[in-house]
T-cell receptor
Framework: GDSVTQMEGPVTLSEEAFLTINCTYTATGYPSLFWYVQYPGEGLQLLLKATKADDKGSNKGFEATYRKETTSFHLEKGSVQVSDSAVYFC????????????FGQGTRLTINP | DTGVSQNPRHKITKRGQNVTFRCDPISEHNRLYWYRQTLGQGPEFLTYFQNEAQLEKSRLLSDRFSAERPKGSFSTLEIQRTEQGDSAMYLC????????????FGPGTRLLVL
């Protein structure tokens, strides 16, 4: 079935460090891919998305590229800030008309000043 | 656009009691989704409505769970005869019908079954 595997956390970095959170997926069709973020005490928010192979999603300095050949959608940011501390979820919507989001287990990121 | 709202935000109940949660989607969003999130895990899909029609239900949705969206606007999720394993965050999301796969989430209802 469709699934998402994320890099296990927690991840702790210093401010201005480079961030990568790995995400790989298994899907039977041609999925759309998403990164959602959950800041402390807040609901899930869409961070970025990509709907077809080789698309790059970007927002707030974060980027992720849809790689069909490696079934990956890794999240990157060049210089993290303390305010980026949150839980990050990789997710997909399977192709073929399905509407449900399938989430990874989440990666907790803490940025120290 | 006031966002997706959910009520109550927190619910504590005793095992065996029934509980009902409400979700108000973003106005004019035709699609509405329910997810469940347990501690340290990603959300898991429960069910999905397009307007008032319930189009998909997960196997996670046992016969103790029922969801409705009678007029195609707000939705309710009822859990009958609650069990301790039902303790979780229940999330609602909505999306527009056309050209929109992005789902917008509410703040969730945290349920604790004692």
């Amino acid at each position: 079935g469709d699934s998402v595997t994320q890099m296990e956390g927690p991840v702790t970095l210093s401010e201005e460090a480079f961030l990568t959170i790995n995400c790989t997926y298994t899907a039977t069709g041609y999925p759309s891919l998403f990164w959602y973020v959950q800041y402390p005490g807040e609901g899930l928010q869409l961070l970025l998305k990509a709907t077809k192979a080789d698309d790059k999603g970007s927002n707030k300095g974060f980027e992720a590229t849809y790689r069909k050949e490696t079934t990956s959608f890794h999240l990157e940011k060049g210089s993290v800030q303390v305010s980026d501390s949150a839980v990050y979820f990789c997710a997909l919507i399977p192709g073929g008309g399905a509407q449900k989001l399938v989430f990874g287990q989440g990666t907790r990121l803490t940025i120290n000043p | 656009d006031t966002g997706v709202s959910q009520n109550p935000r927190h619910k504590i109940t005793k095992r065996g009691q029934n509980v009902t949660f409400r979700c108000d989607p973003i106005s004019e969003h035709n699609r509405l989704y329910w997810y469940r999130q347990t501690l340290g895990q990603g959300p898991e899909f429960l069910t999905y409505f397009q307007n008032e029609a319930q189009l998909e239900k997960s196997r996670l949705l046992s016969d103790r769970f029922s969801a409705e969206r009678p007029k195609g606007s707000f939705s309710t999720l009822e859990i009958q005869r609650t069990e301790q394993g039902d303790s979780a965050m229940y999330l609602c999301a909505s999306s527009p019908n056309a050209g929109g796969e992005t789902q917008y989430f509410g703040p969730g209802t945290r349920l604790l079954v004692l």
